[in-house]
């Protein structure tokens, strides 16, 4: 195959990991980069080489660097929902007892609904007793 077809590949591959945003058909891209590359300098490779390269290149780029992309860009950190119990929220309107609101905790802007039996002024702090889904469950 030609340099250029590599090339598109690698583009299309490209593409589909920009969609996904998985951070797993990237690496592909780069192994067709390689046989690109190396295809446009002039080594003739048989069709059969070009997709051995492309396989190796790709699945050593996904075992090697795909773990240190991951730390770097802090991927692999989890929020567990569990933890956000006993923390202190800010309301952004007022919150009646029952009633449903908006209201922000570590900086993301959260459903909220007032559990207690006092009304929640807004920018008033409260605290989190419960994670119902996205639903934070809040009392003064």
Known sequence: M??????LIAFAVLAAELVTSSLHLGFFSVGALVVA???????????????????????????????????RMKLDRK??????VGELATTFEDIAPGANGRAEL??????????????????????VTAVEGLVLHVRA
């Open 106 to 127: 570590r900086g993301a802007t959260w459903s909220a609904r007032n559990v207690g039996e006092t009304l929640l002024t807004r920018g008033q702090r409260c605290t």
């Open 2 to 7: 030609t340099w250029w077809i590599w090339v």
């Open 79 to 84: 929020i567990v929902v569990d933890s956000l």
């Open 37 to 71: 590359l190396l295809v446009g300098l002039g080594l003739d490779i048989p069709v059969w080489g070009q997709l051995l390269i492309f396989t190796a290149v790709s699945l050593i780029a996904f075992v090697w660097l795909r773990p240190i992309l991951v730390k």
